[in-house]
């Protein structure tokens, strides 16, 4: 499985920002999806998590409220879609494959992961 991300960007504080993430070379329609985040110095953290039907997802306390994660299983592609943005929220953003139909706040859990794409937030 390889997996594409787009839509990252500067936006300033308060601004709205889409992120979408596409499978080549497999179908990932039976898989659990994720978002995590990297910020400078800091370790990747879970952002947010859709279970392979997309009827379950999990957030991040520091994001809920504020993001969104769907899927399109016809298109191989999830999306994270971020609301009243924070200088907090800059980070490099991947997308990730679960190893199961659900998605675990856990990095461990994820088999293939995205290049991630770039998110910065100005203040």
């Known amino acids: 499985v390889q997996l594409q991300a787009s839509g990252g960007g500067l936006v300033q504080a308060g601004g709205s920002l889409s992120l979408s993430c596409t499978a080549s070379?497999?179908?990932?329609?039976?898989?659990?999806l994720g978002w995590f985040r990297q910020a400078p110095g800091k370790e990747r953290e879970f952002v947010a998590g859709?279970?392979?039907?997309?009827?379950?997802?999990n957030y991040a306390d520091s994001v809920k409220g504020r993001f969104t994660i769907s899927r399109d299983n016809a298109k191989d592609t999830v999306y994270l879609q971020m609301n009243s943005l924070k200088p907090d929220d800059t980070a490099v953003y991947y997308c990730?494959?679960?190893?199961?139909?659900?998605?675990?706040?856990?990095?461990?859990?994820?088999?293939?992961w995205g290049r991630g794409t770039q998110v910065t937030v100005s203040s």
């Open positions: 990730a494959v679960s190893r199961s139909s659900y998605a675990s706040s856990l990095p461990e859990s994820y088999t293939y």
């Open positions: 070379k497999r179908t990932i329609s039976n898989n659990g």
């Open positions: 859709i279970n392979w039907r997309g009827g379950s997802t």
